[in-house]
């Protein structure tokens, strides 16, 4: 595998932006794999014809499913970084190469595009969905957060290896949420590269949810925190961005 690097896009009804996505990847990666998550709109006849390895699941698992098992399939591939962003054209993969130059300069660093500079573009509800996220992730993780809601990341193999079952098995948007926890808790820097807020007009409405999906990643939080004794050391250490 050229490089070590593979490219997992998890795609959920993306007929009108999968493909451009993963031709854009593939000209930055080399490698991509898109798993397709039981969509019923023709996004995997999108792919016909391009070097992508594409996964279909026979039913619609959710993204952190989605993502778990393109991931799976890079490791199993021997893949020493994985790098995964959205189908619905909400990251630039454009923008790899600067994710990739912070993985370069800290390999064992998780590298987070971060969008939430630019919060004037994002719609509002998911704007401060983040970031009451942030806040309660941070504490837990006991580091500082930018974006807890980025799917752009570069993560390290390391890490991948060390994640418990039980995370692998997370719901929904709550695996890329317990990740974060998780490396904070590891010692695993977080590494954050400003990336522009993009919300494609040709994309289909989010499947993010601003208040189940938030009230599960409390839910997670929560049992992390008091499953600690709140861990106010780590509330202190991600108020003063260690």
Known sequence: MSG????VIPAYNEVATVRDVAERALAQLPEVIVVDDG???GTADML??????LVRNPRNLGKAASLWRGISLALAEGARAVVTLDADGQHRPEDIPRLLAAHRRDPA???VGAR??????????RYYANRFANFWIAWAAGQRMQDTQSGFRVYPVPLLLALPPRVRRAASFVFESEVLIEAGRRGTRLEWVPIPAIYEPRGRPSHFRPIVDVALITRMVAWKLLSHGL????LFRSLRGA
């Not at 016909?48 to 390895?53: E, K, N, Y």
Request: proline share 7%.
């Open 4 to 7: 070590g690097l593979v490219g």
């Open 39 to 41: 969509s019923t709109d």
């Open 48 to 53: 016909a014809g391009l070097p992508v390895t």
């Open 109 to 111: 660093a998780l590298v």
């Open 116 to 125: 939430l500079h630019g919060g004037a573009d994002i719609p509002t509800e």
């Open 231 to 234: 861990d106010l050391r780590g």
